[in-house]
């Protein structure tokens, strides 16, 4: 059975916070509940970005997510 | 009352889109939505269209550099508010349009556009250039090989009549993308300058840990040239980067594009090839890429005279030899692209030969060719 | 900020053509950023290389997409354009404009950026050139509030969808372009400002085959206008053009001569469909495949046919990584429209990105995930009849990947048993 979005949001945190990869596509969180639709997970990992506790990462052409302070940023160097 | 740093989602508003369209109407094209009947070039620059309810609206199409200040935004409002009711509109080729709905408020538009100097030059229509879509270059990207503002208007300045005239073949449509990214796509082009990278990546491996995710730099590639490595630091410390199998790059960037620790840019190494002979429409024949007819020239700001030289040839070898309607890419398959390199002059070389992906597709398999200065 | 010599900019202010370093030293005495912009730009000229480092994590917050991070790697010399972000928004569909709007979008940036924009980007965002990290949610601020705008896409987003101008002035569009392009929009806002997708994706919609927006090479999903009864003919008209009456394509060069029909329309007709009989223009409908080159030559005596729609393509994008790709026809004939939303559009859009969201590999376009699994493949996954339009011709080699369904008594087999009837 498919999580619940607080369940699913709760995964995809953990992961964020404490895989090996800071910077995840939004397909590395597919695997976060193989029951859930993609389009659930891309709902839950973007009502994680709007409650602050991940953020995005953009070259441009592609979008990452990134736990808050795990994404690398000129910014965040102190450009 | 403002944004308030401290309450930054109070009265937050999101999601709600552009402005509708209708808004902008001028009204002869609110009161003919959908009852055009025809249209005609009445001069360069200038079309005529005409309803089913015998209301005309006149289209002066001015160009832009794309690259436009909103001073110069503001003076294009005066033009629109003094002649066109307060409506304008741009081209998906970055010019603007100015509409009036009576032949007799054309010439003082065009007599006010005049007046101001080189920046509404009226063409752009029927067998002409059209204006040049490109990217943003040296101006504001992080990953070009040349420039395009620049380039472009060097290139405008020097094919300026083919703009303001209609005295080709067919049309003309020309773009410039400053890397292989093509943030503006210039692969179904009749002719593109893209300016392509010539070195490999240097690996920044003082700085690669902080900026870079190695995996990603390592998946960005196409050709498998990227391996991880351990690597010693001067002050001793190992650790992950990686090393580039230089033999096998194909200088496409998409590794700095996901990785800014490994630079490819090169003052020497960077340049223009040039690509001629797609299309889009459907017109008579079928959408078609642009084939890469010269590999390199180099980037020689201000004016890139290799390039537009280079531009002008083709755009007037094909001028004095096509037929009527034949965009360049019909001219050159009707003649062969053996003749089309004579008529172009331009030496034709290995790098025109496509050995990437689906490479086959363009070798020829047929005995029909023709003798040309090629065959010694 | 105090300006630069700028020598190798200076030489781009000469000539006919439209000079953006004239402009930009317009803009610098209201936005002095712009001197920076100059030279910056002067010392890219110098050093033939560019000085932009890129972005990030910059961003309005709660959307993933409509800025793009950028980053002067000389803020030093240039604090003027230390950050130099850009900032898209979405355009009106086809890009009509009031001078009122237009005029506050200025005052807008003239307040919280640069003062350069591009009219347009090559999506088709209107697009704001450079500005600061702190300038960001200020702007956002008060243009959903005083202007009622909002961003367009960047990133792995739908990104901002493109039309023609169609019916607005166009007597060729085959279908409301514009409505379509608006009321999509409206409909994936959500996936235009978050993040949805393995890589971006584009809609583009061309109201005729002369394809206007090029949705045929550059969009992920094209909608292109078409017609499937008969070319509307005056033959009066097409008398006029024959007698020289009327110009050639409406005009469409000075230098043709004399107009002939034989040479000039019909030997062109891809598919040698178009005849003259006793001084009337024929031609066999069922045989055009509507490329518009009779019409385009001839607008005043040939329109085309009254029941209008469009077809679908799939899957077009620029070279980046594995080669272009042209579009590919999936569906030859649907009728847009207003009256169901565009709900013939959407079914099929949501088909495939339910698809490709889950089969997708990371940064690879749609296309490249059509090529990948093959076009009968992506046939079964859009639920379409397989029908010889989708292909210029069929394939010529023999590995058809058959399924043990198709395929009498299967394919399981006793070895054993073949084994008594074929000695090894």
Redesign the interface.
């Known amino acids: 059975m498919a999580l619940s979005i607080e369940e699913l949001k709760a995964a995809i945190l953990e992961k964020a916070l404490n895989g090996p990869k800071p910077q995840l596509y939004l397909k590395d969180f597919y695997a976060c509940d193989p029951d859930s639709k993609p389009r659930v997970i891309k709902k839950a990992a973007n009502e994680m970005v709007t409650e602050g506790k991940m953020v995005f990462w953009s070259s441009g052409s592609t979008t990452m997510y990134a736990a808050k302070g795990r994404a690398k940023d000129e910014e965040s160097r102190g450009t | 009352m ?2 308030d ?1 401290e309450n ?2 109070k ?11 209708e ?4 009204q002869v ?1 609110k009161d003919n ?2 009852k ?9 620059g200038v079309l005529k ?1 005409v309803s089913e309810s015998g209301a005309e ?1 006149y ?1 002066v199409r001015v ?12 003076e ?2 005066d033009i ?2 003094k002649h066109c009711d ?7 080729r ?1 010019n ?1 349009e100015f ?1 009036v709905d009576d032949e007799a408020k054309v010439q003082p538009l065009l007599d006010d556009l005049a007046s101001r100097g ?4 009226v063409g752009g229509t ?2 002409s250039v059209s204006n040049m ?1 490109h ?10 090989a040349t ?1 395009a ?2 380039v472009v ?2 290139v ?2 020097e094919i ?1 009549d083919y703009f303001v ?5 067919a049309k003309c449509k020309m773009a410039l ?1 400053c890397c ?9 082009s009749d002719i593109a300058i893209l300016g392509i990278h010539r070195k490999p990546p240097m690996v920044d491996n003082e700085a690669i840990t ?4 190695i ?2 730099a390592i ?2 590639c ?1 050709l498998g040239a990227i391996k991880p490595a351990k690597v010693t630091l001067e002050n001793g410390d190992e650790i992950k980067s990686v090393k580039v199998n230089a033999e096998r790059c194909m200088f ?1 960037g ?1 590794c700095y ?2 990785c ?1 620790a490994m630079p490819l ?4 190494g ?1 340049g223009c090839a040039i690509l001629v002979g ?1 299309k ?8 078609t ?1 642009s084939k890469l007819v010269i590999p390199f020239l180099p ?1 020689n ?3 890139w005279p290799e390039v537009v030289q280079a531009v002008k040839k083709i755009l007037e070898a094909w001028a004095k030899n096509a037929r ?2 034949e965009r360049i890419g019909e001219w050159a398959e009707r003649i062969g692209w053996e003749r089309f390199y004579e008529k172009c002059d331009i030496p034709f070389s290995d790098k025109s030969i496509d050995d ?3 490479a086959y597709d363009t070798w020829r398999t047929t005995t029909q060719f023709k003798f040309t200065s090629h065959i010694k | 900020m105090p300006k630069h010599d700028t020598p190798l900019m200076d030489e781009l202010e000469k000539g006919p053509w439209p000079s953006f370093v004239s402009d930009l030293k317009r803009q610098a005495e209201k936005n002095p950023e712009c001197w920076d912009i100059l030279g910056q730009m002067e010392l890219s000229y110098k050093d033939k290389i560019t000085h932009w480092k890129h972005g990030g994590i910059v961003g309005v917050f709660g959307y993933g997409g409509g800025i793009v991070g950028r980053y002067s790697d000389s803020p030093d010399k240039f604090p003027g354009v230390a950050h130099f972000h850009t900032v898209r928004l979405n355009q009106p569909s086809s890009k009509f404009y009031s001078t009122e709007m237009l005029r506050k979008v200025c005052d807008l940036w003239e307040k919280h950026g640069s003062g350069m924009t591009n009219m347009h980007g090559s999506t088709g965002d209107m697009v704001l050139l450079g500005t600061r990290t702190e300038e960001l949610e200020p702007l956002f601020f008060d243009l959903t509030h005083e202007l009622k705008w909002d961003l367009g896409g960047s990133g792995s987003n739908l990104r901002t969808p493109s039309c023609c101008l169609g019916k607005a002035r166009c007597e060729w569009a085959c279908y409301d372009t514009q409505a379509a392009c608006h009321t999509l929009t409206m409909h994936y806002q959500d996936e235009i400002h978050r993040p949805a997708f393995p890589y971006k994706f584009k809609f583009k919609f061309s109201g005729c085959a002369n394809d206007c927006v090029a949705s045929a090479a550059r969009s992920d999903f094209a909608v292109i206008g078409t017609w499937r009864d008969n070319i509307r003919i005056n033959q009066d008209e097409v008398k006029k053009y024959i007698s020289g009456e009327l110009k050639a394509g409406g005009g469409i060069a000075d230098s043709f001569g004399a107009f002939d029909i034989k040479k000039d329309v019909i030997g062109h007709c891809p598919t040698g469909c178009m005849w003259m009989e006793g001084g009337d223009l024929k031609i066999d409908d069922a045989e055009c495949t509507r490329c518009m080159h009779c019409i385009n030559v001839m607008p005043r005596a040939l329109r085309p046919g009254v029941d209008q729609g469009a077809t679908i393509m799939m899957g077009a994008k620029a070279p980046i990584l594995d080669g272009a790709q042209l579009a590919t026809m999936v569906i030859p004939f649907v009728k847009p429209t207003a009256d169901n939303d565009f709900e013939d559009l959407i079914e099929v859009i949501e088909k495939a990105w339910d698809w490709w969201m889950e089969f997708g590999k990371n940064r690879e376009r749609i296309g490249e995930t059509m090529q990948r699994v093959g076009l009968p493949s992506f046939l079964r996954v859009m639920e379409v009849e397989p029908i010889p339009q989708h292909v210029k011709e069929p394939r010529c080699n023999p590995y058809v990947f058959w399924e043990a369904a198709e395929v009498e008594g299967g394919w399981d087999r006793d070895i054993k048993e073949f084994r008594e009837r074929h000695k090894m």
């Open positions: 403002g944004y740093p930054p989602m009265d937050r508003i999101t999601d709600i889109g552009p402005p509708h369209y808004r902008f109407f001028p094209i939505y959908g055009w009947l025809y249209h005609e070039i009445v001069r360069p269209h609206c289209t160009a832009s550099a794309r690259l436009i200040s909103i001073e110069h935004i503001r294009m409002c629109a508010d307060g409506i304008l509109r741009f081209t998906t970055n603007a509409m080189n920046k509404f030059p029927g067998a879509v990217t943003q270059g040296w101006v504001h990207c992080h990953t070009p420039d503002s620049g208007k060097a405008m300045d300026f005239e209609m005295k080709l073949p993308a292989i990214n093509m943030c503006g796509a210039v692969h179904a902080g900026v870079c995710e995996p990603l998946s960005a196409p496409c998409n594009t996901m800014p840019a090169d003052p020497e960077d797609g889009v429409s459907a017109s008579r024949t079928g959408a890429f980037n700001p201000p004016r009527k309607y990437y992906r689906l």
